[in-house]
């Protein structure tokens, strides 16, 4: 076969949800979440689910078991960042297109800026530095939250959402970027 | 069979044992680079089983000897530099692993290999090329037998550990060498959280855990949060290749230079001098200089300088505890206990670096070298369903190597990513890049590196079929399934022509399935009868155990049934009790899917059930 290489996604397999992880995990639908008693519930299903509990029952209780558990851990790895829970709660709704390019100007220019200081950090390798950006980064994340909590219900706002939901994945980006530069420079 | 007269009132659990009053026998072996253990619960303690002298460690050492006989232990260890090459030390460090990373390992292998067809290193021996599996397979075999005789009947089953650092062909490879050595796998389990689950229940402990197991040939570091009984791991990291062995490298490179004698010795002597350098490293655990003599040469090494020689790889293991931790999202000061295993943590200066990196004392009173292979009889004792209250304990952990695939350009495209919790299903979809193109090829690998061909190749496999349309316009769903062991099977479907291809991912480097069966075969060959009871009886049983767990599901939970549903259940039951009673084991076997496929849908109610109840009874519990 010539072409040995596979073309790249199209679209994420959380665009479609099956079921509802929010009444998966006995939780009311919302994008504010109780974080003690969204673990406390996993962890309660996860006793009921979990392949271990099946380790000496039917094959098909066990093939059953990884499925529920796999399904669960989903779950509760969605709802347990906020970026993914918005996600999934706009998508609930509607589902969004996220290959779809769309206009930020505003937001365009700090990504750019964004870089340049993340450029520089990498050069200078200035810890302390990318440590003041590092919690700058997660305030303004963190902000996203309180925005995004205050419009995704209304429809009338959903362009709005979208927005926010696509500068928490870019801040998480530069986010996981600001942590690669830190193993690096932890050499 | 005896009829259950608490029906109402009882919850079934799923893994109750046929008969109380006899638990399962069920075991946990820590199978080491260096030393193995076996451990099982007796009396609701776990303890480490002896042989017959009364050790409990068995030297991961493996000897074949010409008279086709097979010698394990201490007495394969010690002729180790008078017969190299027949004795196998540390296979660990070769299992599932290829024959290219393996001398890349940066050591001199005292071995002869040669390729085998998985290009999987065979190591040439007195009785035929053994691969790592069958190396490792003898070591289980022995253990098992320690355990059958002690604990007086055939074992169940038992919890295996391996380094949580374990890519997918080295935990495969470890199950295959299970499976050789006669071993009902029950888990495959991480070692740290092994030694978590020893310290926790032990303890009584809650919060954050970091597990530093630092043993022969693997380091691997695990931050977990026990709540309640539930170990949840958070992030794991390690080194599959750093350990006690390389300070004995480290060591033995001083000798040689400092003694100017030729780094280029012949495996007898290679054998003599690390056995030399571990004892030096060893003593000087305990003393704060030795006197080293090798041959004509001698001179005193401190603790200071050995310590020097050591430095970087301590270094490089602390390096891995901080990339956890970052993973983890924990701060240390949340970190409730750093617990040490493994017997290189006996280092005065490991145990420095560990303090000092956590900022508080490690805890070592459970002895390090026994403290997995405790965890994992706990674990196994769950598992079997010998206890009374298995809510006390549930693992959850993560896959350690993020999985992927590669995707035009050497670039690889992440679909699990590293410390995600296990069961985990992911699927994504991809395309076709040219017009009319009809197959497409799957690389799947696992690793960091953004690079395929920089990452760990764990199988290719090709979807052919696809009906020609113009480029993009296919849509192939792959979909990843890591299972609780942390092993993991790849399905590819083209979703507009419904083309499928399955995989279950068996790694380049280790043993075909066939190769497999063959050795089964062979190793029981002389026994044909005995093969056949001995397969009926295993049938007869499985099918016992059927019967009783549907049975006690409908007592249960039978009212998630209408009565068609119900009389359907009934039939196959009916119909799997006769053909257990007799002696076609194909018979029994058709009949035990019938019943499984009758019991699809109520297993799946069933299992709604449990979790509904899970909620239910918090509930009662909070108000
Ligand atoms: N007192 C000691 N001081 C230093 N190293 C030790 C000591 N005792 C054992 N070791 C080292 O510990 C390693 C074996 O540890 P172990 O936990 O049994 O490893 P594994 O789990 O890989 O089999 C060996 O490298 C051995 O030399
Ligand atoms: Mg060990």
């Excluded at chain 2, 300088?305 to 891995?320: G, H, M, N, W």
């Excluded at chain 2, 035009?408 to 890049?433: C, S």
Aim: proline share 3%; aromatic share 4%; with cysteine.
């Amino acid at each position: 076969m010539a072409n040995a290489a596979v073309a790249k996604a199209l679209v994420s397999d959380m665009a479609k949800p099956t079921s509802n992880f929010f009444s998966l995990l006995e939780l009311p639908l919302d994008f504010t979440v109780d974080l003690a008693l969204l673990s406390h519930n996993y962890r309660e299903a996860a006793k009921a689910v979990h392949p271990d509990r099946y380790a000496s029952a039917s094959d098909q209780d066990k093939r059953l078991a990884v499925q529920r558990s796999a399904e669960l851990n989903q779950a509760y790895e969605t709802l347990k960042s906020t970026t993914r829970r918005a996600l999934y709660l706009l998508n609930l709704q509607e589902p969004m297109d996220e290959e779809a390019t769309v206009q930020d100007t505003e937001f365009f220019m700090q990504q750019i800026q964004w870089r340049e200081e993340l450029e520089d950090l990498s050069d200078s390798e200035d810890i302390a530095a990318l440590e003041v950006f590092k919690k700058r980064l997660r305030q303004l994340r963190g902000e996203l939250d309180i925005e995004f909590a205050a419009v995704w219900q209304d429809g009338s706002q959903r362009e709005l959402a979208e927005r926010l939901v696509r500068r928490m994945q870019f801040l998480d980006k530069v986010l996981y970027e600001v942590r690669q530069l830190e193993e690096r420079l932890d050499d | 069979m005896k009829k259950n007269t608490m029906a109402l009132v009882q919850i079934v659990e799923p893994n109750t044992p046929v008969d109380k009053s006899q638990p399962r026998l069920a075991v946990g072996i820590d199978l080491g680079t260096t030393n193995s253990l076996v451990a099982s619960v007796r009396n609701d303690v776990p303890v480490p089983l002896a042989d017959t002298q009364g050790r409990f460690a068995l030297a991961s050492a493996v000897r074949y000897l010409k008279d086709n006989t097979v010698s394990v232990g201490r007495d394969a260890k010690q002729c180790a530099s008078c017969d190299p090459y027949n004795c196998i030390l540390s296979v660990k460090r070769l299992i599932g692993r290829g024959l290219e990373d393996v001398q890349q390992l940066g050591e001199q292998l005292p071995y002869r290999f040669q390729d085998g067809d998985s290009q999987m290193p065979l190591i040439e021996t007195v009785q035929g090329c053994k691969s790592p599996v069958e190396v490792s397979a003898e070591i289980l075999k022995v253990l098992r037998q320690r355990a059958e005789q002690v604990l007086g009947g055939d074992l169940f089953g038992a919890v295996i550990t391996v380094p949580a650092y374990f890519d997918d062909a080295q935990r495969q490879a470890t199950k295959d060498a299970a499976r050789l050595a006669g071993i009902n796998v029950l888990r495959l389990l991480n070692e740290p959280t092994a030694a978590a689950v020893a310290y926790g229940l032990d303890k009584q402990a809650e919060g954050v855990i970091v597990v530093y197991d630092l043993g022969g040939g693997t380091f691997d570091v695990s931050i977990l949060r026990l709540t309640r009984g539930v170990f949840e791991v958070l992030a794991t990291g390690g080194d599959s290749a750093l350990g006690g062995d390389d300070f004995d490298h480290a060591i033995a490179n001083w000798i040689v230079q400092q003694a100017g004698v030729s780094s280029d010795l012949e495996p007898g002597e290679q054998r003599r001098l690390m056995r030399l350098a571990c004892d030096v490293k060893e003593a000087l655990s305990s003393a704060e200089s030795t006197l080293v003599q090798y041959k004509a040469w001698q001179a005193e090494l401190s603790r200071a300088d050995f310590e020097q020689l050591i430095t970087p790889l301590v270094a490089r293991s602390l390096k891995a505890c901080r990339r956890a931790l970052r993973d983890s999202d924990v701060e240390l000061e949340e970190i409730a206990a750093v617990v040490m295993v493994g017997g290189s943590t006996r280092v005065p200066y490991v145990r420095e670096q560990v303090a000092h990196m956590f900022a508080r004392e490690p805890l070592a009173d459970i002895d390090p070298d026994k403290v997995v292979a405790l965890g994992a009889a706990l674990q196994a004792d769950v598992l079997a369903g010998n206890q009374a209250d298995s809510d006390n304990l549930l693992l959850l952990d993560v896959i350690p190597l993020s999985l992927g695939l590669e995707t035009m350009g050497d670039l690889v495209e992440k679909i699990v990513p590293r410390n995600t919790t296990i069961p985990v299903t992911r699927t994504q979809d991809f395309t076709t890049a040219r017009d009319g193109q009809t197959a497409i090829a799957l690389h799947i690998v696992q690793g960091e590196r953004e690079l395929a061909s920089a990452s760990r190749s764990l199988a290719r496999f090709e979807l052919r079929g696809i009906p020609p349309m113009v480029a993009g316009a296919a849509k192939v769903r792959v979909s990843f399934q890591v299972d609780a062991d942390g092993l993991l099977s790849v399905t590819a479907t083209e979703t507009r022509s419904g083309v499928e291809a399955r995989v279950e991912i068996k790694p380049s480097y280790g043993l075909s399935e066939d190769a497999i069966s063959r050795m089964l075969e062979e190793s029981i060959e002389n026994a044909e009868q005995d093969r056949k009871a001995r397969g009926l009886r295993e049938q007869q049983v499985n099918a016992q155990r059927l019967l009783e767990t549907v049975r006690a599901a409908l007592q249960s939970d039978g009212n998630l049934l209408n009565e068609q549903e119900r009389a359907l259940i009934d039939e196959q039951l009916e119909k799997l009790e006769q053909a257990q009673q007799g002696d076609e084991i194909g018979a029994i076997a058709r009949q035990i899917q019938q019943l499984n496929a009758a019991t699809h849908e109520f297993a799946s109610r069933r299992m709604d059930a449990t979790v509904k109840r899970a909620f239910a009874g918090r509930q009662l519990e909070e108000v």
